[in-house]
C-alpha cells in the first residue's frame, strides 16, 4: 500500500512531504521510503498565520480564509508528489495546528487546518485527516504521535533507546522493548525562531547552521529564568506548545532579567534552553542512545551541546535508522494512514496518556468509492525503513 503522509510542523514554515510503500511480511512492516519534499509556505500565507496564532486575537473569518488556503497549499504539495512520485492509495494530512487546549495537565482539545477535501478534490485519492482529536477524547494529549513509529522501529535496541525531535516543540519517545512513554519536553526551535524572525536576523526566519547561536555568550541570569517555568516540573504525559512558548514569552522573561541582553545573546540562550531542557530529560530516561530527528538536528550549537551534556549516551540522526531526518513525521503520519487503513490502533497509550489505543482520523473520500484494505488482527512487531 502506497501512502503520503504530508505534517506542517509546529515551525509552520511549509509542508513536508513522504511517499511510503508498506509492506507486511510476517510481524515484521517494511517501509520503502521513495519521495521526500519540502514546500515552503509564500510569504505572505506564512505572515498571515503567524499573526492568526495565539496569543494573537483572530476572527473567524480570517480562520476560515487560512483553513482554505493552507487546505490548497497541501493539494498543490500533494499533487506534486503524485506526480513526481507516482499515485498513491491514500493521503495522510496532520494539516497545520493553529491551537493547542491544555488545561491542568490535560489537552482539552486540539484544532488543526487545512481543509482536506481541496486535497482530495485535487488528487483524486481518499484523504485521512484531523488524527489527533480521537486520542484526546480518550484521554490522552493527542501527541506526541510520532511515538507509535519509534516503538516499531526502536523497539529492539538493547538497553533503551529515546527519539528525540526537535520541531518548534521539542518531543521524546522512550522506548523499552514493548514498553514506552512519550511527551512533549519543551521549546526546541519555537523561541528561537520567534526571536530570529521578530528581529530580522535572518531573512529564511531561523538560525542558519547555529551561527547566531554560535556567535553570542548564554546569558545565565535570562537562562535561569527561562529554566523556573512551572511546565518542565510537570510529570508525563504533557504536551504543550505555541499557546504558551510564543515571541510574547521571550519579552516576559526579559523584562524578568537584570541586565540587557544583545541579540546573539539572547539566540545563544534560548538555544542553551533546549540543550538543558532536553539533556536533563534524557538522562532521567537512562537510555544509551537518543536518535534525533526534525529543524534542530540540523543546528550544530544544539547537537554539539547535546553531546558534550550526554557523555554516556550515544547521539545520532535518525537517518542512520531509515528515517530522514527533515521526514521523520512526514513518514510517521504515513504509517498512521496504513494503520488506520486496516483498522489497527495509531497510538500507544503510554505514548500519549490516552485511557486506551485507538483507530485515528477523519476520512474524506476521493473521487472514486472508498475501498479500504481487509482489517488485520494483530498490529506488526516492528518497522523497517528502507530507502
Excluded at 506564512?46 to 496569543?55: E, Q, S, V
Excluded at 476560515?64 to 494530512?93: H, M, N, W, Y
Excluded at 493553529?98 to 489537552?107: C, N, S, T
Excluded at 544544539?302 to 537517518?319: E, F
Aim: a negative charge; proline letters at 7%; charged letters at 15%.
Amino acid at each position: 500500500m502506497r501512502i503520503l503522509g504530508m505534517i506542517s510542523g509546529t515551525s509552520h514554515d511549509g509542508i513536508d512531504a513522504a511517499i511510503v510503500e508498506f509492506e507486511l511480511t510476517g510481524g515484521v512492516l517494511e517501509g520503502r521510503v521513495g519521495y521526500t519534499a519540502s514546500t515552503p509556505y509564500p510569504e505572505e500565507l506564512r505572515a498571515r498565520l503567524i499573526a492568526a496564532l495565539p496569543p494573537a486575537p483572530t476572527t473567524l473569518a480570517e480562520v476560515c480564509e487560512l483553513d482554505t488556503l493552507i487546505g490548497q497549499r497541501f493539494a498543490d504539495a500533494a499533487a506534486a508528489a503524485v506526480a513526481a512520485g507516482g499515485p498513491v492509495d491514500l493521503i495522510v494530512s496532520h494539516g497545520q495546528t493553529v491551537y493547542h487546549w491544555v488545561e491542568g495537565a490535560h489537552a482539552r482539545g486540539t484544532l488543526q487546518i487545512g481543509q482536506p477535501a481541496w486535497i482530495a478534490e485535487r488528487t483524486g485519492a481518499p484523504v485521512l485527516s484531523d488524527v489527533r482529536i480521537r486520542d484526546i477524547t480518550a484521554g490522552g494529549h493527542g501527541a506526541p504521535l510520532v511515538s507509535v513509529l519509534d516503538g516499531l522501529l526502536l523497539g529492539a535496541h538493547e538497553g533503551g533507546a529515546a527519539a528525540l525531535n526537535l520541531g518548534g516543540i521539542s518531543n521524546m519517545t522512550v522506548v523499552r522493548g514493548d514498553a514506552l512513554y512519550a511527551y512533549d519536553i519543551g521549546p526546541a526551535n519555537a523561541l528561537i525562531d520567534a526571536v530570529v524572525t521578530g528581529r530580522g536576523l535572518h531573512p529564511r526566519g531561523f538560525d542558519e547552521d547555529g551561527r547566531i547561536a554560535a556567535s553570542g555568550q548564554v546569558h545565565e541570569g535570562l537562562l535561569a529564568v527561562l529554566l523556573d517555568e512551572p511546565y518542565y516540573r510537570l510529570t508525563p504525559p504533557k504536551s504543550t506548545g505555541k499557546e504558551l512558548f510564543h515571541p510574547g514569552y521571550v519579552e516576559q522573561a526579559l523584562a524578568r532579567t537584570a541586565a540587557p541582553v544583545g541579540d546573539a545573546d539572547l539566540v545563544a540562550t534560548l538555544t542553551e534552553l533546549t540543550v538543558r531542557t532536553v539533556a536533563q530529560d534524557v538522562r532521567g530516561a537512562g537510555v544509551g542512545a537518543l536518535v534525533v530527528s526534525g529543524g534542530g538536528a540540523r543546528n550544530p550549537v544544539i547537537m554539539d551541546g547535546l553531546r558534550a551534556a550526554l557523555p554516556g549516551v550515544r547521539v545520532a540522526p535518525s537517518d542512520e535508522y531509515g528515517a530522514p531526518t527533515d521526514d521523520k513525521e512526514a513518514i510517521a503520519f504515513a504509517l498512521i494512514g496504513w494503520l488506520t487503513a486496516h483498522g489497527l490502533p495509531g497510538t500507544v497509550p503510554g505514548g500519549t496518556g490516552a485511557s486506551a489505543a485507538r483507530v485515528l482520523g477523519t476520512l474524506t473520500p476521493g473521487a472514486g468509492p472508498l475501498v479500504l484494505p481487509a482489517p488485520l488482527a494483530a498490529a506488526p512487531r516492528s518497522l523497517v525503513l528502507t530507502r
